[in-house]
């Protein structure tokens, strides 16, 4: 029997609702006003608020309370602590207080800080946000925060994002008020992070070492039948995955999670979750959440989901398709192009912005979305290329040349096209047909950046988003704010920066070799890994754009710098070393032994009749003979360059350079070998679970 949704959706979250029935009108009140001023908290205020908060936790069974937190491993961390304290008599009482609540200290030390903190160095901070709903999750009353070291520095990914959306919020509300609006208060963006995953059967993936221990197949040769024949995309759901989804939705559901839309992938066993747009900060903690309750849930069904951003080769791979907008507190979309000369201009000045920020800034979209996972992705099966390019689609990409060449619009039969006197086509969102090549496209009123990875938090690329955008709006304001007729500045700045960043601009097929070619005509970048992509995150005009709208520290930024390739060395490494053990302790000895079944056969045939020179059995033994001394000899020159690695402690970007273009190399190699001795084992000796066991085994 299915939940009743609108009983259930958000009952374990403390929302505005639960908070006006359970505050006192003054303390929910003086609340509020925190929340949208953004000050700091008043202790009276939190003492009352942490009593209400605990008491309604203790009702949905929470015993435990925790500062919720997402440091820079990419997950999200917990540290609980009962909300027991001890009496003079032996007994217990439940409390909680609002220092408690404001503020926690969990070890600062044994996260990574790329250098930010020293081991012994242990104290660390978390504050709390109170822009994001705390929720009980198994228990446990989650109270989201920000996580800080004793110094000040940010040692998670939630600060750096709420500074983001304030300064992007500064800056729009300066457009905003040239174009006459003193009303509203606040812009916020707004994201919808799709969610791709596999769901594979419990039992076939314990027996795979490679998925236990990296979250994706090292070894797999090509099943019989993939994605080819395109009728898993949107097909009929599986009973078994129907009930995971089903009782995923509840799970999220009652945490106040949005999921609206579920669905069959390209791939088979892939599938994908998409919630409803929300406030950044608030729809990123609820993907972080997501993600968790997602595995969670599969192990009911006995089955494990993989959010690897390529779990098997040769189909499609997982992204996270990041929908992004501006909003302000009256509900109005700046991505919206509206229908009025006033809505026009403003819609196109917001545009321009985003146009000129991208171009700009390549290196750092392509920062924001770079792990080891994800390279393996990137350029393959409907996944955008590394190449950084904006979709706009026929219409908006004619009227932007209207504007730059000062020309007649044809589709409306207008004349020149003036920013602020003509009226735009009033062209429905879906005005051209998608493209799915495109790493960031515009989509109706949202810009799509389908480059992220399935695994990773988006904090990072909605950091660089909410930043870049700032930045060219600030420079906007800059130069139209002093500007003594606003009509023809608005006018010339617009067509000068078309003009001048028009290049970024490409509605045609991203997987093309042309494009490449184009792209390197036009001088965009083409960042293919994490290793090539890193090092530009270090050049003075980023350093200098997170320093401007105080995103990050330059110390900041090299610690994320260390490690995003520190973890890229280890992921390779990890990998390495689990192919090695596969090869070595399952793969080698299953061929040997059915080399040796064929040799028996082939030695009974020839004592019947010694005439035999041929046949499938010596075939077969000198195939399979001269791949598994191949495998075998790249086996030990793996383990070779393993341990010709340098230090992890060593040079950053030496190291993860030396696992590109070494460790990597060898490691495609072994699985060739592996692979083309797959497809001619018997079956019943293959050592663990095919691809064909494992994407159809739900």
Same mark, same amino acid.
């Given at each position: ?5 609108? &009983? ?30 953004? +000050? ?63 503020? /926690? ?102 027996? +795979? ?25 949107? /097909? ?19 945490? /106040? ?72 507190? &009256? ?118 950046? +389908? ?56 509605? /045609?097929?991203?997987?093309? &070799? ?14 293919? #890994? ?47 070393? #689990? ?21 028996? #056969? ?94 159809f085994s739900v």
């Amino acid at each position: 029997m299915r939940s009743n949704v609108p &009983e259930i959706f958000g009952s374990m979250v403390f929302n505005d609702a639960i908070m006006r029935d359970k505050l006192p009108k003054d303390i929910y009140k003086s609340l509020k006003k925190t929340i949208e001023d953004g +000050r700091d908290l008043d202790i009276s205020i939190a003492n009352v608020v942490a009593i209400a908060m605990k008491d309604w936790a203790i009702e949905k069974g929470a015993t435990h309370y925790t500062h919720w937190f997402q440091p820079l491993t990419g997950i999200t961390a917990e540290k609980h602590d009962s909300f027991i304290s001890p009496q003079s008599d032996g007994r217990v009482i439940m409390e909680f207080s609002g220092k408690e609540l404001i503020k /926690g200290e969990p070890d600062a030390s044994s996260f990574p800080s790329g250098g930010l903190r020293a081991t012994f160095e242990a104290r660390g901070y978390t504050a709390w946000d109170p822009t994001s709903y705390a929720f009980v999750k198994d228990g446990v009353l989650c109270i989201p925060t920000a996580f800080c070291s004793y110094g000040g520095e940010a040692l998670d990914k939630k600060t750096p994002l709420l500074r983001s959306m304030e300064t992007l919020n500064e800056q729009a509300l300066r457009i905003l008020r040239l174009f006459g609006n003193n009303s509203v208060k606040r812009v916020t963006t707004t994201v919808g992070p799709e969610q791709e995953y596999f769901l594979v059967d419990r039992d076939v993936y314990n027996k +795979r070492k490679d998925l236990i221990y990296c979250g994706r197949t090292l070894f797999g040769a090509k099943a019989p039948k993939g994605q080819e024949m395109d009728d898993h995309y949107f /097909g009929a759901i599986l009973r078994r995955v129907q009930e995971y989804m089903e009782d995923l939705n509840d799970e999220l559901w009652k945490l /106040g999670i949005l999921s609206k839309t579920e669905h069959n992938e390209v791939a088979p066993a892939q599938h994908e979750m998409a919630p409803i747009f929300d406030t950044a900060n608030i729809a990123i903690d609820h993907n972080q959440v997501t993600m968790e309750i997602m595995k969670n849930v599969a192990k009911r069904h006995n089955m494990v989901c993989l959010l690897h951003e390529k779990p098997f080769a040769g189909i499609n791979g997982s992204g996270k398709h990041n929908n992004w907008s501006m909003i302000t507190d &009256e509900g109005v979309n700046l991505l919206e192009p509206g229908k009025s000369p006033h809505e026009n201009a403003q819609f196109l000045l917001f545009l321009t912005a985003i146009i000129k920020a991208i171009d700009e800034y390549q290196d750092l979209m392509r920062v924001s979305i770079a792990s080891a996972g994800n390279d393996h992705r990137l350029g393959a099966s409907e996944a955008p290329p590394a190449i950084m390019s904006i979709f706009l689609g026929d219409d908006l990409g004619e009227i932007f040349e209207c504007i730059e060449k000062g020309t007649s619009y044809k589709n409306q039969g207008i004349g020149k096209m003036e920013i602020g006197v003509h009226v735009l086509p009033s062209f429905p969102k879906d005005t051209t047909d998608r493209n799915r090549t495109s790493p960031f496209a515009f989509t109706g009123n949202k810009f799509e950046f +389908r480059s992220c990875g399935s695994s990773m938090s988006v904090s990072g690329p909605n950091i660089i988003l909410n930043t870049i955008v700032a930045e060219e709006l600030r420079q906007f304001a800059d130069e139209l704010e002093p500007a003594d007729d606003f009509t023809d500045a608005l006018n010339e700045l617009i067509k000068r920066t078309i003009q001048e960043h028009k290049r970024i601009i490409f509605n /045609g097929d991203g997987y093309s &070799e042309e494009w490449k070619k184009e792209a390197a005509k036009r001088g965009l970048l083409n960042l293919p #890994t994490t290793v090539d992509a890193m090092p530009t995150v270090l050049a003075r005009k980023n350093i200098e754009l997170f320093e401007r709208h105080g995103i990050y520290t330059e110390t900041e930024v090299g610690s994320r710098y260390e490690i995003c390739l520190d973890v890229y060395s280890k992921t390779i490494n990890i990998e390495a070393n #689990t192919m090695i053990e596969m090869a070595k302790r399952q793969i080698l000895p299953a061929v040997n032994r059915y080399i040796g079944r064929l040799a028996e #056969t082939l030695s009974i045939k020839q004592s019947v009749d010694p005439l035999i020179k041929s046949g499938m059995e010596k075939d077969l033994v000198k195939k399979l003979s001269a791949l598994e001394d191949k495998a075998y000899a790249q086996v030990n020159d793996l383990e070779k360059l393993l341990l010709k690695a340098p230090s992890y402690d060593s040079d950053k970007l030496a190291c993860a350079t030396y696992y590109k273009d070494r460790i990597i190399p060898a490691m495609d190699k072994l699985r060739s070998y592996c692979d083309e001795m797959e497809v001619n084992t018997a079956s019943e000796l293959w050592p663990f679970p095919t691809y064909g066991d494992l994407l159809f085994s739900v």
